[in-house]
């Protein structure tokens, strides 16, 4: 590859972008395009960003508002899948890097660039999120991986990189985690953590109360849902991203969130994490509980086993694919009776559900109920059994006989 002039950068001002940019003008003698997009993840990560990337080398700097899409043009996709990654992981950095590197891409070639780079390690998973977006969106563009290519092999060595050449960070040796937040979650990875048989100390935690510091009151929340998206909390109808904030705090108050999870990375190996993620706990949880409601048997068997599929898919960074929104399209039609709204008790981590109500609903306490009525006739179950049964009963006989 011939050494490219100008790099569009996923720019984010952690450690590893920031000596990116003075790494890549000294080895590539190129100019860098930093891109950065504003997915939620607060001001204290945005502000300053900007000069500080100039300050670093950058020739340009691009910051993007990226919030109201993210809500609603990925999440809410992933909501309405009712995705999860091995039971536990809600994806919230595997869902964002798609968008960002979609972004990266459309600055990339509005400016000019030839050529992009990323900060993600040669061990992650988000390296292959990253590159698989630039060969479905921009396959004509080189990409550069600096942790790939270059000799710092730990966040001590980039650390020390960074002081040499006067790059302000705000990670030290005694506090190297590595976190990602947006507005649907904050992971923390790193330090002790890497080692699963230590207890995650309470200090890494930054959205969520503690269950003991939690109120010793319980809370209540309502979410209401049209075709599997939520819509209003409390019956105040609000913006996709004003949503999910207002469900955040929410949670966040009542401790609700936390997961401490050892996961299969995609490119092979265990890695260990702690994630919070407390306004899309509770969607998720109102959902499952509306859709319990609203799809048949079968359906909603059916939806959660591709339900994990899509889980993968994301995960895996394979969004800009026909499957994926082949998927979308098959969740979007199931979704279409998910209309309703579910109140949920909250109390010091735990959720429950309090009310359930649908238009749609196919609960029927005619049928359901213990007292006997009209639209069931129990003398149909000894047919049912016996038809169910014939293959067990064959079986048996057919062994008994022998």
Same mark, same amino acid.
């Given at each position: 590859?011939? &050494?490219?002039?100008?790099?569009?950068?996923?720019?984010?001002?952690?450690?590893?972008?920031?000596?990116?940019?003075?790494?890549?003008?000294?080895?590539?003698?190129?100019?860098?395009? +930093?891109?950065?997009?504003?997915?939620?993840?607060?001001?204290?990560?945005? /502000?300053?960003?900007?000069?500080?990337?100039?300050?670093?080398?950058? =020739?340009?700097?691009?910051?993007?508002?990226?919030?109201?899409?993210?809500?609603?043009?990925?999440?809410? &996709?992933?909501?309405?899948?009712?995705?999860?990654?091995?039971?536990?992981?809600?994806?919230?950095?595997?869902?964002?890097?798609?968008?960002?590197?979609?972004?990266?891409?459309?600055?990339?070639?509005?400016? $000019?660039?030839?050529?992009?780079?990323?900060?993600?390690? $040669?061990?992650?998973?988000?390296?292959?999120?990253?590159?698989?977006?630039?060969? =479905?969106? +921009?396959?004509? %563009? +080189?990409?550069?991986?600096?942790?790939?290519?270059? !000799?710092?092999?730990?966040?001590?060595?980039?650390?020390?990189? =960074?002081?040499?050449?006067?790059?302000?960070?705000?990670?030290?040796?005694?506090?190297?985690?590595?976190?990602?937040?947006?507005?649907?979650?904050?992971?923390?990875?790193?330090?002790?953590?890497?080692?699963?048989? !230590? +207890?995650? @100390?309470? #200090?890494?935690?930054?959205?969520?109360?503690?269950?003991?510091?939690? @109120?010793?009151?319980?809370?209540?929340?309502?979410?209401?849902?049209? &075709?599997?998206?939520?819509?209003?909390?409390?019956?105040?109808?609000?913006? =996709?991203?004003?949503?999910?904030?207002?469900?955040?705090?929410? $949670?966040?108050?009542? #401790?609700?969130?936390?997961?401490?999870?050892?996961?299969?990375?995609?490119?092979?190996?265990? /890695?260990?994490?702690?994630?919070?993620? @407390?306004?899309?706990?509770?969607?998720?949880?109102?959902?499952?509980? %509306?859709?319990?409601?609203?799809?048949?048997?079968?359906?909603?068997?059916?939806?959660?086993?591709?339900?994990?599929?899509?889980?993968?898919?994301?995960?895996?960074?394979?969004?800009?694919?026909?499957?994926?929104?082949?998927?979308?399209?098959?969740?979007?039609?199931?979704?279409?009776?998910?209309?309703?709204?579910?109140?949920?008790?909250?109390? &010091?981590?735990?959720?429950? @559900?309090?009310?359930?109500?649908?238009?749609?609903?196919?609960?029927?306490?005619?049928?359901?109920?213990?007292?006997?009525?009209?639209?069931?006739?129990?003398?149909?179950?000894?047919?049912?059994? !016996?038809?169910?049964?014939?293959?067990?009963?064959?079986?048996?006989?057919?062994?008994?006989?022998?």
């Amino acid at each position: 590859m011939s &050494k490219p002039k100008k790099v569009a950068l996923a720019y984010s001002g952690g450690l590893d972008t920031s000596v990116i940019i003075p790494w890549l003008k000294e080895n590539y003698g190129c100019e860098v395009v +930093a891109v950065c997009g504003d997915i939620g993840q607060g001001t204290d990560e945005l /502000s300053g960003l900007e000069a500080k990337a100039l300050a670093t080398g950058a =020739a340009e700097v691009h910051v993007e508002d990226m919030r109201e899409e993210f809500v609603s043009q990925y999440l809410w &996709k992933l909501v309405r899948s009712g995705g999860v990654y091995e039971h536990k992981y809600l994806l919230g950095t595997s869902i964002a890097r798609p968008l960002l590197a979609k972004k990266q891409v459309e600055v990339a070639l509005a400016t $000019g660039c030839d050529a992009l780079a990323h900060g993600c390690t $040669g061990k992650g998973n988000d390296q292959v999120r990253f590159e698989l977006t630039y060969k =479905a969106l +921009a396959p004509e %563009l +080189a990409v550069i991986a600096p942790w790939r290519e270059w !000799n710092i092999v730990s966040r001590e060595d980039a650390i020390e990189y =960074a002081r040499v050449h006067h790059v302000p960070i705000a990670q030290s040796t005694t506090k190297i985690y590595s976190r990602d937040r947006n507005i649907w979650h904050i992971s923390h990875e790193g330090g002790e953590l890497e080692d699963p048989a !230590n +207890a995650a @100390p309470e #200090a890494i935690w930054m959205l969520t109360k503690s269950p003991a510091q939690a @109120p010793d009151t319980p809370g209540e929340v309502t979410i209401t849902f049209e &075709k599997g998206v939520p819509v209003a909390v409390d019956g105040k109808s609000m913006k =996709a991203f004003e949503l999910l904030e207002a469900l955040n705090a929410i $949670g966040s108050e009542h #401790a609700i969130g936390r997961i401490d999870l050892v996961e299969n990375r995609f490119v092979g190996m265990k /890695s260990r994490g702690c994630y919070e993620t @407390p306004g899309g706990t509770l969607i998720y949880f109102a959902l499952r509980e %509306l859709e319990a409601l609203t799809l048949d048997k079968n359906t909603l068997h059916y939806k959660q086993q591709r339900a994990l599929e899509y889980a993968e898919l994301v995960y895996n960074g394979l969004w800009f694919t026909p499957l994926r929104e082949a998927l979308d399209a098959f969740f979007e039609s199931v979704s279409a009776t998910a209309t309703g709204e579910v109140k949920l008790q909250l109390y &010091k981590g735990n959720i429950a @559900p309090v009310s359930r109500k649908s238009p749609h609903s196919l609960y029927s306490l005619d049928i359901a109920s213990f007292t006997m009525g009209a639209s069931y006739d129990q003398k149909d179950a000894l047919g049912f059994i !016996n038809l169910i049964g014939l293959p067990i009963k064959v079986r048996a006989l057919a062994a008994k006989s022998k």
